[in-house]
């Protein structure tokens, strides 16, 4: 018998029941609950008179619909009556069913998946759901996480299990090291650059190789949150002693000698040599660039030297037509070189990059520079309250201010635009986030993905550089 | 869960890849606490001219003549007929909600996104993965002057056309038993409740870490 990989062994480690037809009952160790995807969830419940099956294993905080000005007035601040009354939702059902919620001006609070690893409350080895797919985060972790929808929600809720099938198990190697300069988001964006928004659909990705280790947690947490885009809901990283450190001394992480049984038994959270993929993809990363997206899926990505594509050059009419509606929708012309595009707004935030790192890394690129008369508005959207205290402890609020930047509360914000945070139509943005999609980031909003520096360095420049000549 | 048997209705063609979640509802939508609301702003972006804020009175906006969507052929369409990993992005359930209010029951594309995939089984709407050929088929019918009617049977896995189209489609059972039967997911699993509670007995005895809350 051949190895088990990371994914297969948190599989078995979870299994509740395996039924004839294939399906099987999972054990889910923590759901993470937002105030967008859960009120129907409650709802449902309540409908059918049933309980949490598992308070301790919930919870909860809001992100999507807050504002990023003025959150210690409380659900006040939101100007909305629409977004409000969904904020006062999750905090009435929290409040009633008894589950543990980190509210707008708890300091604690921030994006969802955010707070989770910050607080230790995403663990190595666990299962972890959420109503949002970008729940593949955690994964970083060799935890098994998916993000999961509605009704899933209700479910997990009502018997601490999901009903999933096995997935396939894929293996992307990034063999390194990685060129000076090159963040995880550009890895990341070059693996789907490669891959294509669909490559791991149906599979559970693990990431790995040199590029992939030598990442940081943080790291680690920006390549597996886009997991998603490259179409799988699942993203795994194995267990090292990375791991396990980050880990330590976080509030909702056990201590002392259960903590160091914990450590022995996460050390075992990793693929065995002689396990098995049903696909395998590699990647060199030296020779991985800072990465641009000009159009409007992830795949559409490229390096900052490169240029946007001329779809007279495609062959394929499906690819053509999509390539051209892409350029129409982006104001782009097929050919013109990736540095020649303009910004109107900058955006440094979302669940992909807002943790101190992200931040720590765009303010050295900002120190002592100003954001460009020419880009309307920059701003910098830490992940929850305890990134931005941080932040601010270390005075980058400060080097941002001083550059021109606005420095917010924390939340979603401009990564899909739910609050007042938006993009005018046809305006381009340099943003951080994970989606391209048309309007993602407001109605005819045209987003350019790149990583915290390349995002701070086009804030300056008014136009995308390459940041490396930077640094 | 609304059953689903078999449906036999009007197929709109939907002609574009990656069809994401974004443009099936937008996120100013997302912001209702209930289920239902979402079918008039079912591809919201591309159906109307104007912008869409919740509360708006709808029926007051411009809609779009060139967007499948308008095409007077396709009005009182019960399948939608797409092209690869329809449904990509986001988990959010309101997608397939929006589908369902708007009047689809089917959806048929040559691959899905996994998580959309998924929600769709759980509100009765059925997504059918067909061959590449096949869609491509069944676009060239649909797009005709004359709209394709077709016929979608969980019970026989098949979709059929009177203008000689034919194909059957693979399907998971345990899902195809929910929906031919409109079951209730959490029911069925509470069944299993004791096994649930045996395996999180054994589980913490095991990795007690698991269960340490701050
Ligand atoms: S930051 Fe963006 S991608 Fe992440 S959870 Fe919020 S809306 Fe979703």
């Known amino acids: 018998m051949s190895g088990r990989t990371l994914y297969d062994k948190l599989w078995d480690s979870h299994l509740v ?12 160790d923590r759901q993470l609950l937002h105030e967008v995807t859960s009120p129907q969830a ?16 919930n919870l909860a905080t ?3 619909n807050v504002p990023t000005e003025n959150q210690a007035a409380g659900v ?24 543990t919620q980190f509210k707008m001006a708890d300091p604690r609070a921030g994006i969802v998946h955010v707070i989770g690893p910050e607080q230790g409350a995403t663990l190595p080895g666990m299962t972890i759901v959420c109503g949002d797919s970008h729940t593949a985060t955690h994964g970083a972790f060799g935890a098994l996480a998916h993000g999961i ?3 899933e929600v209700e479910h997990v809720l009502a018997t601490q299990c999901l009903v999933a099938k096995k997935m396939r198990n894929m293996r992307v190697t990034v063999s390194g090291p990685l060129g000076f300069g090159v963040t995880a988001k550009d890895v990341i964006l070059a693996i789907i650059g490669q891959i294509g928004t669909a490559g791991g659909t149906g599979c559970a990705i693990e990431f790995a190789g040199e590029g992939i280790a030598s990442l940081s947690m943080e790291g680690r947490m920006t390549v597996c949150n886009m997991a998603i885009e490259a179409g799988a809901r699942v993203g795994l990283v194995g267990v090292d002693e990375k791991t396990i450190e980050y880990v330590k001394g976080r ?18 959270l990793v693929s065995d040599a002689d396990a098995r993929f049903d696909h395998e993809v590699t990647l060199d990363g030296t020779l991985i660039e800072p990465q641009v997206s000009w159009g409007t899926n992830p795949e559409m990505v490229t390096g900052v030297h490169g240029q946007v594509p001329d779809p007279t050059q495609i062959d394929d009419p499906l690819k053509r037509g999509a390539v051209e509606r892409a350029l129409k929708y982006m104001g782009l012309t097929g050919g013109q070189s990736i540095d020649s595009i303009r910004l109107d707004r900058v955006f440094i935030g979302s669940c992909t990059n807002s943790r101190i790192e992200d931040l720590r890394d765009a303010a050295q690129v900002v120190d002592g520079k100003r954001v460009a008369d020419s880009v309307k508005q920059a701003m910098v959207v830490p992940g929850s309250g305890l990134v931005k205290a941080q932040a601010e402890a270390e005075g980058l609020d400060q080097i941002f201010l001083e550059a021109g930047f606005e420095w917010r509360d924390p939340g979603c914000s401009m990564c899909l635009a739910m609050n007042a945070d938006r993009l005018g139509p046809g305006e381009h943005c340099a943003s951080t986030s994970n989606r391209n999609f048309e309007g993602r980031q407001g109605t005819g909003g045209r987003t350019h993905l790149v990583s915290p520096t390349m995002a701070a360095a086009a804030a300056v420049a008014g136009h995308f550089v390459d940041v490396r000549e930077w640094l | 869960m609304q059953q689903f048997i078999r449906e036999t209705g009007c197929v709109m063609p939907l002609d574009r890849a990656n069809v994401d979640t974004d443009q099936i509802i937008p996120k100013q939508y997302l912001k209702s606490i209930h289920r239902t609301g ?23 906006r411009r809609l779009n003549p060139d967007f499948v969507l308008n095409d007077a052929r396709y009005q009182g369409a019960t399948i939608l007929l797409a092209r690869d990993n329809f449904g990509c992005g986001s988990s959010r359930e309101h997608a397939p909600w929006a589908i369902l209010e708007y009047g689809f029951r089917v959806v048929i594309a040559p691959s899905f996104a996994d998580i959309f995939f998924n929600n769709s089984f759980k509100n009765g709407l059925l997504p059918v993965t067909l061959e590449a050929d096949a869609v491509e088929q069944l676009f060239a019918l649909a797009s005709a002057e004359n709209p394709l009617q077709l016929t979608v049977d969980l019970e026989t896995q098949t979709v059929a056309a009177s203008e000689g189209f034919s194909a059957s489609f693979e399907i998971d059972p345990f899902r195809r038993t929910c929906l031919l039967e409109g079951l209730d997911e959490i029911g069925l699993s509470l069944k ?13 005895q095991s990795q007690p870490w698991l269960f340490t809350h701050s």
Do not use: K
């Open chain 1, 149 to 151: 929808g509605t009704s």
């Open chain 2, 38 to 60: 979402f079918g008039v702003n079912l591809f919201d972006d591309w159906r109307y001219l104007d912008p869409g804020e919740p509360g708006m009175d709808h029926s007051t």
């Open chain 1, 62 to 64: 809001v992100d999507h």
């Open chain 1, 251 to 268: 509030p909702f992480a056990p201590t002392g000698d259960l903590f160091d049984a914990a450590a022995d038994s996460w050390r075992t």
């Open chain 1, 76 to 99: 006040e601040a939101i100007a909305d009556p629409v977004s409000r009354l969904q904020v006062q939702t999750l905090d009435s059902n929290c409040d009633a069913f008894g589950i």
């Open chain 2, 192 to 204: 299993e409740a004791d096994a649930i509670r045996a395996f999180e007995a054994q589980h913490r």
């Open chain 1, 42 to 57: 409650f709802e449902g419940l309540a409908l059918a008179g049933r309980r949490p099956w598992r308070l301790d294993a």
């Open chain 1, 17 to 28: 029941t395996q039924r004839d037809d294939g399906s099987a009952l999972i054990y889910i």
